[in-house]
């Protein structure tokens, strides 16, 4: 369990981290795209081949969290099953069928003074992230950080800690094996919270900090960052249903964005029915209680169906991360638009429907990381997309906004080739 050190030393401690994983970055920023893949390759093999010991750590977990009546929606988020570590093994080996894209040039010129210009992506360089009850992202993070040629801290928090310690070991195990430092991939949870204040604030640490959790965790480190930060957002979403939405298509996508894994961030949390859509409606409702969803509905809905909550004020900017779902009959587009403007988190809003112009209009007005027309919100997600997998999934509009793959953990450099030429 995690240490118990005064703040000086542990902030100490954090800056040799630090120092390491910068020293280790600078072997990697030159590899081969052959050798960050044979990285991958063996980061894959070696999951597969401790998959046991992982396992029993996260049982070891899993275990500690149910006697600290941890939630459910936590626990399914901490728990991995021999599938989804299959499912790791599978995004280390769509990172290596991706195109690297350190070196690639954005764009270039000859200015009229013979000097050629070339602006090329390269590594953010040390990517600390801070995440929580998520032992999968240890493995998404660490591969993105080797592809795209950065090195990674991990503060995966102590409902995870076990299961991280011993994923981290055989992720820097399998980077050794390939001739890579093993400190490309360090792990800071034996310093508990005073290593993740440290690596917040400590300047000149991580180039770059990324939250990844619910929404007292990312608040935190905003407010109290003294390095750069991407936010990554809780996801109140909603969908849609238009008074033109095919009925079978509503009844699919909001079963599907709500009850196909509720403790995601790209779950949807709000229904919004079109007042003329009721048999619609009222099918989607039923087959969301019969799963077991608790409804918290507004007045007009509640005239639709039995055994629902009476919604409240705080009820539309409330992320369940459960099997609950906030429910609100529209009288037209533009009422939707209002209340997905007004509680939004901009992370990924669905609408369904059949006319072609309303599904521009929602398109064009909703300002959200991810707007989807007639499918689930469950598919915001880098695996989904192509990206191999993701870093986490941004809602802010600097440098990266939605799922965060390889391109979004580069930066770029201007590079200027000349002959002698001086300024006048």
Same mark, same amino acid.
Not at 100 to 105: A, K, L, Q, R, S
Not at 255 to 275: G, Y
Not at 295 to 305: E, G, M, N, S
């Given at each position: 369990m995690t240490a118990q050190l005064d703040s000086d030393s542990v902030t100490a401690q954090i800056a040799a981290v630090t120092k390491a994983a910068r020293t280790a970055q600078k072997s990697l920023a030159s590899a081969s795209r052959a050798d960050k893949d044979a990285a991958l390759a063996a980061m894959a093999e070696a999951i597969d081949a401790n998959r046991a010991a992982i396992l029993e750590a996260n049982a070891t977990d899993l275990q500690r969290g149910r006697e600290q009546h941890t939630a459910e929606a936590l626990l399914d988020r901490l728990q991995l099953t021999d599938e989804r570590i299959d499912g790791l093994v599978s995004a280390l080996g769509d990172l290596a069928a991706l195109p690297d894209p350190i070196g690639n040039v954005m764009r270039g010129n000859n200015l009229?003074?013979?000097?050629?210009?070339?602006?090329?992506?390269?590594?953010?360089?040390?990517?600390?992230?801070?995440?929580?009850?998520?032992p999968n992202v240890t493995v998404d993070i660490a591969g993105i950080g080797i592809k795209s040629g950065n090195a990674v801290i991990l503060r995966g928090g102590s409902a995870a800690e076990t299961t991280n310690g011993v994923t981290?070991?055989?992720?820097?195990?399998?980077?050794?094996?390939r001739g890579l430092p093993a400190d490309l991939?360090?792990?800071?949870?034996?310093?508990?919270? /005073?290593?993740?204040?440290?690596?917040?604030?400590y300047r000149g640490g991580v180039d770059?900090?990324?939250?990844?959790?619910?929404?007292?965790?990312?608040?935190?480190?905003?407010?109290?960052?003294?390095?750069?930060?991407i936010e990554t957002g809780a996801g109140v979403g909603h969908v849609f249903v238009d008074a033109s939405a095919n009925p079978q298509k509503a009844v699919d996508i909001v079963f599907n964005s709500k009850t196909h894994?509720?403790?995601?961030?790209?779950?949807?949390?709000t229904v919004l029915? =079109?007042? &003329?859509?009721?048999?619609?409606?009222?099918?989607?409702?039923? %087959?969301?209680? =019969?799963?077991?969803?608790?409804? !918290?509905? &507004?007045?007009?809905?509640?005239?639709w169906i039995a055994d629902a909550v009476a919604a409240t004020a705080e009820d539309w900017s409330t992320e369940y991360l459960d099997m609950q779902m906030s429910v609100k009959i529209v009288d037209?587009?533009?009422?939707?638009? /209002? !209340?997905?403007?007004?509680?939004?988190?901009? =992370?990924t809003e669905v609408i369904v429907t059949e006319n072609l112009?309303?599904?521009?209009?929602?398109?064009?007005?909703? &300002?959200?990381?991810?707007?989807?027309?007639?499918? %689930?919100?469950?598919?915001?997600?880098?695996?989904?997309?192509?990206?191999?997998? /993701?870093?986490?999934i941004s809602t802010q509009k600097l440098h990266a906004r939605g799922p965060m793959g390889l391109e979004e953990l580069t930066s770029t450099k201007w590079i200027l080739r000349g002959d002698g030429q001086i300024r006048d």
């Amino acid at each position: 369990m995690t240490a118990q050190l005064d703040s000086d030393s542990v902030t100490a401690q954090i800056a040799a981290v630090t120092k390491a994983a910068r020293t280790a970055q600078k072997s990697l920023a030159s590899a081969s795209r052959a050798d960050k893949d044979a990285a991958l390759a063996a980061m894959a093999e070696a999951i597969d081949a401790n998959r046991a010991a992982i396992l029993e750590a996260n049982a070891t977990d899993l275990q500690r969290g149910r006697e600290q009546h941890t939630a459910e929606a936590l626990l399914d988020r901490l728990q991995l099953t021999d599938e989804r570590i299959d499912g790791l093994v599978s995004a280390l080996g769509d990172l290596a069928a991706l195109p690297d894209p350190i070196g690639n040039v954005m764009r270039g010129n000859n200015l009229p003074n013979g000097i050629r210009m070339q602006q090329v992506r390269v590594p953010l360089g040390v990517v600390g992230a801070i995440y929580e009850a998520r032992p999968n992202v240890t493995v998404d993070i660490a591969g993105i950080g080797i592809k795209s040629g950065n090195a990674v801290i991990l503060r995966g928090g102590s409902a995870a800690e076990t299961t991280n310690g011993v994923t981290i070991s055989v992720l820097r195990k399998a980077l050794e094996s390939r001739g890579l430092p093993a400190d490309l991939i360090q792990g800071i949870d034996q310093w508990g919270r /005073e290593g993740a204040n440290a690596l917040i604030t400590y300047r000149g640490g991580v180039d770059v900090l990324i939250p990844r959790g619910g929404p007292g965790l990312i608040r935190a480190v905003v407010d109290n960052a003294a390095v750069p930060v991407i936010e990554t957002g809780a996801g109140v979403g909603h969908v849609f249903v238009d008074a033109s939405a095919n009925p079978q298509k509503a009844v699919d996508i909001v079963f599907n964005s709500k009850t196909h894994r509720p403790s995601v961030c790209n779950a949807a949390e709000t229904v919004l029915i =079109h007042k &003329d859509a009721k048999e619609t409606g009222v099918s989607v409702l039923n %087959s969301l209680q =019969h799963a077991g969803v608790v409804l !918290h509905v &507004d007045q007009t809905a509640a005239t639709w169906i039995a055994d629902a909550v009476a919604a409240t004020a705080e009820d539309w900017s409330t992320e369940y991360l459960d099997m609950q779902m906030s429910v609100k009959i529209v009288d037209d587009i533009d009422q939707a638009l /209002e !209340h997905v403007e007004t509680y939004s988190t901009g =992370h990924t809003e669905v609408i369904v429907t059949e006319n072609l112009s309303n599904a521009e209009r929602y398109v064009a007005d909703v &300002d959200a990381a991810v707007v989807m027309v007639n499918a %689930s919100s469950r598919f915001t997600d880098g695996g989904q997309f192509g990206l191999g997998a /993701e870093i986490g999934i941004s809602t802010q509009k600097l440098h990266a906004r939605g799922p965060m793959g390889l391109e979004e953990l580069t930066s770029t450099k201007w590079i200027l080739r000349g002959d002698g030429q001086i300024r006048d």
